[in-house]
Structures are given as structure tokens and as C-alpha cells.
């Protein structure tokens, strides 16, 4: 991932961004920090880029042509996303941060003295964001922070993925307390539960720790957590038929827009998609009207939604699908030898073989660590993956090795995988793909009796990228 950082003091954020985990992830190039100094690019002979504001004010402001000359610099005819730092912007969130991840390019603006000539930042400025309602002297810091929060979910910069899956935010809870050795330290005692071994009893007991130091230091996110069980525990009545509702929730990646009885709104920040189950016209209208502006897919569970998005917000049907989902708890055989995670090696082969992706998507979901390949003789020779919705999918067998178990092989497997991350294995497959549908019954999947549609808002393209061939 590739960070550019437009600043007037370059060598602040270069020396702070190189230490610790952060200049370890630059120097095996996971990141690269790119700090632009924004003077270099003024037309004043006298190298001044700021000056007073129309209509008076204390202070000074930066002038639009250095500013923007540096962007168009750096971006060139490329489209990056240009994130303004500054306290009049939307909050930096953990959500905001994973969504930011997303990006291969990303650039930062910090405003210095009163902040950015506005003409400038309507030309280049995609977000504008701010770290917390106070006001700093610069935008150098929270761009710091942000490239921090963003570069630690890069796969591969935390090293130990799990660190960055289980911590504070991602379940809408704080983190438990942890201890270290000695067992006993002025006076204070491990608590016994974890040094017992019972694997069960420790998370109930972490998960009672975080519930109750998040119920009395953080009453906002609390409240939010407390919606989100009522709201898992109504859907757990009719699993099969709400399976993307719950893992969207329960993965973290979810975000409640509306909840009402049985109606219900999600937004998946992290790949822009609506989730939308509603029991009356009257709460599909008032969902709709929240769909967030620059969402293009939405996956309904009910067909009378299916017209209001479309006389309302242009969505139109792309696919009816079946839901089936994986609930026994055994794992499965998996009746192939050499099954493993893909690589970029493996990029080539996929983004040639899999119909329905753009290639930025196949490799944003091998960099992701979610697509997993068959071997013979040390060739591929098929593959699956999990979506970024969280589905699994994007199975292809070789005609050569088709009908020899190998694509029940490949969903076993990660069937499996997804088990042991602790998620409910599922997936959506068109109506009519019999082929699939049996090889799903015969694994011991079961199907919903309810189906779900995607829907898209401009042309298909981008569903495609989401969407279970
Ligand atoms: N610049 C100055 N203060 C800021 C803040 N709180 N967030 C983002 N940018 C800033």
C-alpha cells in the first residue's frame, strides 16, 4: 500500500513514520510513506505558499496553487483518494480505517496555519476527516495516526494476523484487561480463571470483563453493542434464511443504519454493500431513503424491496441467488493433497480463469489471504475463495480435472478454515446452478427457504467482483 503525505514539514512525518512496526512494514515494503513537501511545488519566487484570507481573520491560509500543484504531482492522471485532515471532517473511526485499507494508493492533505484555500480542496478532495473534536496545530499528526491505524491492518504488517481481527472496536467492545508474569505483583493476583487452562471459561470471562469496562468508559459504544445482540437474537430465529445479516454483524464489518421489529438495515463499509430484510412496505421506504449516497449494491431479502430500490434509487436486479450455510460442527474431509493459500505468483492464472472478477479485485482478494488454490504436480490447477462480503465462492476446477472431487475439495477446505476463525461458512448461489446446489447439498450445507437478491445500481461491473459464479 502506498501512502503520500502532502505536508510543509515532510521530515516530521518521515521520522516518526520510520520506527517500530511501522518502519519495519516500510522496510519490507508491505508500506511505502511518501512525505511531498507541498513549498517545492509554489510558483513565489520567495517560496511562499500562504497568505491572508478574504474578508479578514486571524491567521493565514494556504493558497490553492501549491497545493494543488503538488496533488496533480503526485496522482498524476491516476485517481487517488485524497483524504483531508482536519477537526471540520467525519470522524476517523476503526471502520473508517478498515475501509481506508481497501485502497492500494492513498493521499493525505494536512492543512498548517488556518487550514486550505476551499477552491483547492474542491478539486482534489475526496474525504475530509478529523481525529477527535479538539484542534491541533497541524494536520501532520492525525495524518500519522491515520496511516498508523491503516498501515496495521495491511496483511503481513502485524505480523500475527489475529492481533489485528480481535482487538479493541472490532466487536463494538473495549478490550479485556491482560496480564503478564509474575503470576503475583504488589500484591495483585492473575486472576485464576486464566491461569486454569479452560479455554471456554477464559473467553466468557474476557468477554464479561470488556462488556462491563465498555458499559462504564464508553455508555456510546456500549449502547451499540447491546443493539447489536437484540438485534443477532432476532435473527437467530430463522438462521439459514438471515446467515449474511448474521456474519456481516457478527464479523464486525456491519454497521446498524435501521432496525425496526424484524427490519433491518446493514451497511458493510469495508465493500460499500446494503443489507436490507424488512417486514412492511412502510420501514423499506424509511430504509431506503438511508442507503448511503455512493453505495451501488445492495443484497435484499424480500422482492417488494427489489422495486422500491429500483423507483427510488436506480438498483436493479441482477441475480436471484440461494443461501446455504454450513452449521454442523464437525470439519470436513478434505479429499485433496495439496490445497493452499494463493499467492500474486497465482495471480495470473486466477484473473484468467475466473470469469466474473476485474483483476484489481482478484488481487485485492489474494493480498487479503482469501483465495486458496488446488495443485497437482505443483501446477494449480483450480480454486475458491471467501468474497469480501464474507460469502465463499469463485470455484474453478480446470476441465481437465473437473468431476474428480477437487471442487469439493477446495470449499471443505476453506469450509473449514472458516470454522476455525469462529464464522458460520456461507455462500449464495444463483438460482438454476443445479450443479452447484447439489455439490453444496451433498458437503451437508443447507439451503435457505427464503432467497436473497443482489442488485446493483449502475452497470453489472462491479457486482461482478462480489458475486458467486
Ligand atoms: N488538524 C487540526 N486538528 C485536527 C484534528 N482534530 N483532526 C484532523 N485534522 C486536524
Same mark, same amino acid.
Given at each position: ?19 517500530? &512496526? ?23 519566487? #520567495? ?80 474525504? #475530509? &476527516? ?93 449502547? $451499540? ?11 437467530? $430465529? ?73 423507483? $427510488? ?39 484468467? #480463469? ?7 479485485? &482478484? ?33 474453478? &476446477? ?72
Amino acid at each position: 500500500m502506498r501512502f503520500h503525505i502532502l505536508t510543509l514539514f515532510p521530515d516530521m512525518v518521515m521520522n516518526s513514520l520510520h520506527t517500530s &512496526v511501522i518502519g519495519r512494514a516500510v522496510e519490507r515494503e508491505l508500506i511505502e510513506i511518501n512525505a511531498v513537501n507541498i513549498r517545492d511545488y509554489t510558483q513565489d519566487k #520567495h517560496g511562499k505558499v500562504d497568505d491572508y484570507t478574504y474578508g479578514g481573520g486571524a491567521g493565514m491560509l494556504l493558497q490553492a496553487q501549491p497545493v494543488f500543484d503538488a496533488h496533480q504531482a503526485v496522482t498524476g492522471s491516476r485517481k487517488v483518494r485524497t483524504v483531508y485532515v482536519t477537526p471540520q471532517g467525519v470522524p476517523f473511526t476503526q471502520k473508517l480505517a478498515m475501509e481506508l485499507a481497501k485502497e492500494e494508493e492513498l493521499l493525505f492533505l494536512c492543512g498548517h496555519y488556518e487550514g486550505i484555500d476551499e477552491r483547492a480542496l474542491e478539486e482534489i478532495v475526496t474525504d #475530509h &476527516v478529523s481525529i477527535g473534536d479538539y484542534v491541533l496545530t497541524g494536520g501532520e499528526l492525525p495524518a500519522m495516526v491515520m496511516v498508523d491505524a491503516i498501515s496495521r491492518l495491511v496483511p503481513g504488517v502485524l505480523g500475527n494476523e489475529v492481533s489485528a481481527d480481535t482487538e479493541s472496536f472490532h466487536n463494538d467492545l473495549l478490550e479485556y484487561p491482560q496480564y503478564s508474569r509474575p503470576e503475583e505483583w504488589h500484591g495483585k493476583k492473575v486472576p485464576e480463571v486464566l491461569l486454569s487452562g479452560d479455554r471456554k471459561k477464559i473467553a466468557e470471562w474476557r468477554l464479561e470483563q470488556a462488556k462491563e469496562r465498555t458499559r462504564r468508559v464508553r455508555p456510546d459504544l456500549f449502547k $451499540k453493542y447491546l443493539q447489536k445482540e437484540k438485534v443477532l437474537e432476532m435473527l437467530f $430465529k430463522q438462521k439459514r434464511n438471515n446467515i449474511h445479516l448474521i456474519e456481516t454483524l457478527s464479523r464486525g464489518t456491519g454497521e446498524i443504519l435501521y432496525a425496526e421489529g424484524e427490519s433491518l438495515l446493514i451497511y458493510n463499509r469495508a465493500c460499500d454493500i446494503v443489507l436490507l430484510t424488512a417486514e412492511n412496505m412502510e420501514h423499506g421506504e424509511k430504509m431506503i431513503s438511508l442507503i448511503p449516497e455512493t453505495c451501488e449494491l445492495a443484497v435484499t431479502s424480500q422482492s417488494f424491496l427489489n422495486d422500491l430500490l429500483l423507483d $427510488k434509487r436506480g438498483f436493479q436486479v441482477c441475480q436471484e441467488c440461494n443461501q446455504v450455510c454450513y452449521t454442523p460442527r464437525e470439519p470436513l474431509p478434505v479429499r485433496h493433497k495439496d490445497i493452499r493459500m494463493l499467492t500474486r505468483d497465482e495471480f495470473s492464472y486466477v484473473a484468467e #480463469h475466473y470469469a466474473l472478477g476485474d483483476p484489481d479485485s &482478484v488481487k485485492e482478494r489474494i493480498d487479503a489471504k482469501a483465495m486458496y488454490g488446488a495443485f497437482v504436480e505443483g501446477r494449480i490447477v483450480g480454486f475458491a475463495g471467501i468474497h469480501e462480503d464474507g460469502s465463499m465462492g469463485m470455484l474453478y &476446477v480446470d476441465e481437465k480435472y473437473r468431476c474428480q472431487g477437487i471442487g469439493a475439495a477446495l470449499e471443505s477446505y476453506i469450509i473449514n478454515r472458516e470454522r476455525e476463525s469462529g464464522h458460520t461458512p456461507y455462500a449464495h448461489i444463483i438460482v438454476g446452478n443445479e450443479e452447484s446446489l447439489r455439490l453444496q447439498e451433498k458437503l451437508g450445507l443447507y439451503q435457505a427457504k427464503q432467497n436473497i437478491w443482489w442488485l446493483v445500481k449502475k452497470a453489472c461491473i462491479s457486482l461482478q467482483s462480489v458475486l458467486n459464479s
